[in-house]
């Protein structure tokens, strides 16, 4: 299982309307869902063709967090990266769960406040990681309060290394990270004027942006970043779901 520390293995909706969820991604990016009953209730899973790749979870009434993406992050010793963690500054707020059949995660909010869970699968990804398909998520996008903390943070639990740093100008620096042969995301300072705490943006790629973004306004969805060119070749768009998750879209720069 040692070719699966760091890479990103699994994401969960967290949201208040499971099949309002499922209607929507299902409209907007094409994703058809699948049940497993292993625990007893249902749970509904999203698949881009027969690839499953993430989990829906019904949030209770009381919780104060709003809707959102979680995404699990593989490794092949959760009790020891979780314990790591701790000793790091992190505040571990599921513990070593294990879901029989399927692995062990806990949930963790690292030191600058952000969530992800960190995950030993009983049946890791076959294979590489490698560039992902359209309807995969493709980008992972940390937004903090201290990049080199975070970083150092992170790099340590799951051995990630500094690939690309883009000046951006009064925003500062867009460090990317990634494995030693494949990108996973970048990291960069949230603005003061950015109203959420620390946190994780997972892009989904899409073949056409601008027909996405339409699917994403007409099921009622919301656009929060209008779509523009980044450094690369992409091109992107930020949204909501009905219920206020935050997620991105990642096409192909214009005019390619």
Not at 20 to 25: N, Q, S, V
Not at 47 to 62: K, S, Y
Not at 173 to 189: E, M
Request: negative net charge.
């Amino acid at each position: 299982m040692s070719d699966i520390r760091g890479r990103f293995v699994w994401y969960e909706s967290m949201t208040r309307d499971v099949q309002a969820a499922i209607a929507f991604y299902r409209a907007v990016i094409g994703w058809n869902t699948q049940s497993w009953t292993g625990m007893g209730e249902p749970y509904y899973m999203f698949a881009n063709g027969e690839a499953v790749l993430a989990g829906l979870m019904q949030m209770p009434p009381e919780a104060e967090m709003p809707p959102h993406w979680l995404g699990y992050i593989g490794t092949p010793d959760v009790k020891a990266t979780t314990a790591r963690a701790e000793a790091l500054g992190a505040k571990v707020w599921v513990k070593l769960m294990e879901i029989p059949t399927v692995g062990t995660f806990s949930v963790i909010q690292d030191p600058q406040g952000a969530f992800f869970a960190a995950y030993s699968p009983v049946n890791p990804p076959a294979g590489p990681a490698k560039p992902a398909d359209v309807g995969e998520m493709a980008w992972h996008e940390l937004a903090t309060t201290d990049i080199d903390s975070a970083f150092a943070f992170y790099s340590e639990l799951f051995g990630w290394e500094k690939k690309a740093a883009h000046d951006m100008g009064p925003a500062g620096i867009y460090q990317v990270f990634g494995l030693p042969s494949f990108d996973l995301g970048g990291i960069y300072k949230k603005p003061a004027e950015m109203p959420a705490p620390p946190n994780w943006m997972f892009y989904v790629r899409v073949a056409d942006l601008e027909a996405t973004v339409e699917k994403v306004k007409a099921n009622g969805g919301a656009i929060t970043l209008e779509p523009h060119d980044v450094p690369g070749g992409g091109r992107i768009a930020m949204c909501t779901d009905p219920q206020g998750a935050a997620f991105a879209l990642l096409g192909s720069a214009a005019g390619r």
